[in-house]
């Protein structure tokens, strides 16, 4: 899954049904997979909006 969620986020592009499949092999459902694509994109909209109006972090927040 963790591989899969690397390549969806840095190549979504490169993602192919043998990916998928993948997830399937290792006992995630439709369902599951998904869930998965769901969460990874909505993280990557919410970062692209927060980077696109220049949010910064809350002071609270550290980088380490």
Do not use: K
Request: charged share 25%; aromatic share 10%; net charge negative.
């Amino acid at each position: 899954m963790l591989r899969f969620a690397d390549l969806l986020t840095r190549t979504p592009g490169a993602t192919s049904p043998a990916d998928v499949e993948a997830l399937h092999d290792v006992g995630f459902t439709d369902r599951d997979v998904l869930d998965i694509v769901e969460v990874i994109a909505y993280y990557a909209y919410a970062n692209r909006i927060a980077d696109g109006l220049g949010i910064t972090l809350e002071p609270w927040v550290t980088d380490d």
